[in-house]
């Protein structure tokens, strides 16, 4: 079974642009879940989405966007780029569904934003 | 307000020896947590997770201890292997089917050959 894959992989912008990020869960996976990895605040919580619908939400200003497809892809929008924004984000699916425990999540390779 | 920490950052061990990473939470919300592994330029990768009704599971060379009283867990790797050398997080989620994870800050791990 595929990974989750996550494009592109490196991405360079300026302040003020905005940014799109694709993430394609594993095969099956109806959860899926977007984190920042930044070196001073380690791994964060963005959000989270669930047959189409944004079920959690991270502490992130409303620059932070996402979506998810019928087909569970999932993108993540952020605009106004701001320096502080480079970072890598992380794409996780997981088996989840509405309402039970939570499951393991299957983390994709990233995409790493720099903003100049 | 860091409510999963892993106080070492660091830490080294010899080759066929125990590694022990630790990791405390302040949230008694908590009641699922699980330990990823992560190597440079790649996504963390799942190694093993414990449910708060239990104390222990064990897969393979990875052992989890869960203290709730304590607020603590453990990752127990015996043997170590070179390729254990990595970034370990450990993660934690509350109830009712979120799939929120709060992250630890990490611990690197390095096999001494």
């Known amino acids: 079974k595929a990974g989750v894959t996550q494009t592109p992989r490196y991405l360079i912008k300026t302040r003020g642009q905005q940014v799109t990020l694709s993430c394609s869960p594993i095969s099956g996976h109806r959860s899926v879940s977007w984190y920042q990895q930044t070196p001073g605040q380690g791994l964060q919580f963005l959000f989270e989405?669930?047959?189409?619908?944004?079920?959690n939400k991270g502490n992130f200003p409303g620059r932070f966007s996402g979506r998810q497809f019928s087909n569970s892809r999932s993108e993540m929008n952020v605009s106004t780029l701001e320096l502080g924004d480079s970072a890598l984000y992380l794409c996780a699916s997981s088996l989840a569904t509405s309402g039970n425990s939570p499951h393991e999540q299957y983390f994709g390779p990233g995409t790493r934003l720099t903003v100049t | 307000d860091q409510q999963v920490k892993q106080n070492s950052p660091s830490l080294s061990v010899q080759e066929g020896r125990i590694s022990i990473l630790n990791c405390d939470y302040t949230?008694?919300?908590?009641?699922?947590f699980l330990w990823y592994k992560k190597y440079p330029a790649e996504g963390p990768t799942f190694l093993i997770s414990?449910?708060?009704?239990?104390d222990k599971n064990e897969d393979g060379r990875f052992t989890v201890f869960l203290n709730k009283s304590a607020k603590h867990l453990s990752l127990h790797i015996v043997p170590s292997q070179p390729g254990d050398s990595a970034v370990y997080f450990c993660a934690a989620t509350v109830p009712l089917g979120n799939e929120k994870l709060t992250f630890g800050t990490g611990t690197r791990l390095t096999i001494i050959p």
């Open positions: 989405y669930f047959s189409e619908t944004q079920r």
């Open positions: 949230n008694s919300m908590f009641d699922y």
């Open positions: 414990i449910s708060s009704i239990k």
